[in-house]
């Protein structure tokens, strides 16, 4: 898979977050617990070798990010 695959990945999990959840605009440690929350799912999924679940799961994490960063850079002040 190429990085620009990865990364379309990545960009559609992003799409569909915000249309399952809108725009979010959560404090650093709010965004932080939710991140957390996907990493401890990749790691279940790689104790328990399910290497799709597993790739799943660290889409996810880099669209939380991308999330992350997108509502930092929103709600400066």
Do not use: P
């Not at 605009?25 to 990493?39: R, S, T």
């Not at 669209?63 to 709600?75: D, K, L, P």
């Amino acid at each position: 898979m190429t990085k620009k695959e990865i990364l379309d990945l990545i960009l559609n999990e992003r799409s569909n977050q915000d249309k399952k959840w809108g725009e979010q605009n959560h404090n650093v440690y709010k965004w932080l617990a939710i991140l957390g929350e996907e990493v401890g799912e990749a790691n279940k999924a790689a104790l328990e070798s399910k290497d799709s679940e597993l790739i799943n799961e660290l889409i996810q994490i880099s669209s939380v990010s991308v999330a992350m960063i997108e509502s930092i850079y929103r709600n400066r002040k």
